[in-house]
């Protein structure tokens, strides 16, 4: 494993902003990191394109100018949920705290937005994935077949973190 990181401070973590949309396409695109997700994102009905400009809020991690990480947050104010979405850490500098940094951005960013839960899934035997969302609170709520999503008979593992709602009458 190549070792990018110097110190903590190396590494910046934060919301994309416009222009920076395709520096976070071509590290979605990389062959190592769709490999990273099952079923690679190449593979899915929607494109990246697409993905990032659905109204979307990123999370990126960079050392440098160089995307290392992301994370996707998608709120339905209908339900007055988050969900954290497409979670991918470069595997040149997995095991070195890239994810938790995207982990805690991302769940205080979707606090900003008072949801009463936060959700995330993941496919069933990822480690990591099942590691983080257990580090921050989020507890296995479902598993479920859903074989036009994860092959394989693969289960989709979903976490959530239930958030008091903020009493706005006081």
């Avoid at 507890?139 to 709602?165: N, W």
Wanted: hydrophobic share 40%.
């Amino acid at each position: 494993m190549q070792t990018l990181i110097r110190t903590p401070e190396d590494v910046w973590v934060g919301r994309i902003v416009a222009g920076d949309e395709p520096r976070l396409l071509s590290f979605l695109a990389r062959p190592e990191i769709d490999a990273l997700f099952v079923k690679p994102l190449s593979m899915r009905s929607v494109s990246l394109e697409a993905r990032i400009r659905r109204g979307t809020i990123w999370i990126e991690a960079r050392i440098g100018l160089e995307t290392v990480g992301c994370r996707a947050i998608i709120f339905d104010p209908g339900e007055l949920s988050a969900t954290l979405s497409t979670f991918a850490v470069d595997p040149r500098v997995q095991g070195q705290g890239i994810g938790s940094l995207v982990y805690e951005e991302s769940l205080r960013l979707a606090r900003t937005f008072h949801p009463v839960k936060i959700r995330t899934d993941s496919w069933e035997g990822n480690v990591v994935a099942a590691h983080l969302a257990r580090k921050y609170g989020l507890q296995q709520v479902d598993a479920y077949l859903d074989p036009a999503r994860r092959p394989l008979g693969i289960r989709t593992v979903v976490y959530e973190l239930a958030l008091e709602r903020p009493d706005r009458t006081r």
